[in-house]
């Protein structure tokens, strides 16, 4: 048995709660995947997966192996890592955690550390805060690009600051006021409370951003009532392209569909909405080498002169 594949495969199993999705995205067998959590109970001597028709969890004794698979897993991950780096010359793998109204954002810092450190291979997903959270503490993500607002000072996890969410109405405009041949149009500012009125798409209320802007709703002074639901951010925006509801969106994403021209974005005031969103990572592991190189791009120029750049486009 070799013991680093099959602690992999318990990793899998916790993530993806199926087995056969598991061995999908282990490039494996169910059966395979079977017999390999089998044998890691043979070598531990204990249960480690609840046995049931379906996946129903870890035994107790199976959750203290996971938390010592996602250790080992790890810091065969950074010896990988190490072995293959040269000096100034990262090799290996970033998994990075984002919340969906963050992607455009994580998307160009990703290709942006791509470009400045060939070796290194980003792996982007969207997420939501809690699994993002989550996946930093048991070493499943690198980095993250998250709301940091919602950390507590007690946390284990540190903030790289990146920029403040500006929200904006985002709605589409009759053919008669479109200019010709523009890209999206930044209109003028509107109130939460007016915006209130429009039949509005809006993400799902599990969604950290949901709660953000229902508050802004509520500190204006009204209650707001969707037309439509989704948890997908590019829903958000193609629902506006393709019927009568309009949105609320942050600027990064707005920025994402500024070639639209068919589209008008109105900041949207009183109260005025800045919501920080920063890098976030577990300050007391030791750092990979693609890690390192990701927080020295984070606190350098460049960065940060892409990052205004691609922000400035929405900014009222």
Not at 1 to 10: D, H
Not at 61 to 66: D, S
Not at 158 to 185: I, K, N, T
């Amino acid at each position: 048995m070799n013991l680093l594949t099959s602690l992999r495969y318990l990793v899998a199993l916790s993530e993806h709660r199926h087995f056969a999705r598991a061995a999908q995205a282990c490039f494996i067998t169910q059966p395979a995947l079977s017999n390999a959590l089998r044998a890691l109970e043979q070598e531990f001597g204990t249960p480690i997966v609840k046995r049931a028709r379906s996946y129903a969890g870890l035994t107790p004794e199976g959750e203290r192996v996971l938390a010592s698979a996602r250790r080992m897993l790890h810091e065969h991950s950074l010896l990988q890592q190490e072995l293959a780096s040269r000096a100034g010359q990262p090799q290996g793998r970033l998994q990075l955690g984002v919340v969906p109204t963050a992607v455009p954002v994580a998307a160009r810092f990703a290709a942006t550390l791509q470009a400045a450190h060939p070796g290194i291979v980003p792996v982007v997903r969207s997420m939501s805060s809690q699994e993002i959270e989550a996946g930093l503490e048991n070493l499943s993500l690198d980095l993250a690009l998250g709301f940091t607002g919602r950390l507590k000072k007690t946390s284990p996890l540190a903030v790289l600051a990146q920029y403040d969410e500006h929200y904006f109405l985002l709605r589409r405009l009759p053919p008669a006021e479109r200019a010709s041949g523009a890209g999206l149009e930044l209109g003028a500012a509107m109130r939460w409370a007016d915006a209130a009125q429009l039949p509005l798409c809006l993400l799902t209320p599990e969604m950290h951003n949901r709660s953000l802007v229902e508050r802004a709703f509520a500190d204006a002074g009204c209650a707001v009532q969707p037309v439509m639901e989704t948890n997908s951010v590019l829903t958000l925006a193609l629902s506006v392209l393709a019927g009568d509801v309009c949105s609320v969106l942050p600027g990064a994403l707005v920025g994402a569909v500024r070639s639209q021209g068919e589209l008008e974005a109105l900041p949207l005031v009183e109260p005025e909405v800045l919501t920080p969103v920063g890098l976030i990572y577990l300050a007391k592991s030791q750092p990979s080498r693609a890690l390192q190189a990701a927080l020295a791009l984070a606190q350098g120029e460049r960065w940060a002169e892409a990052c205004s750049s691609a922000l400035d486009s929405t900014l009222p």
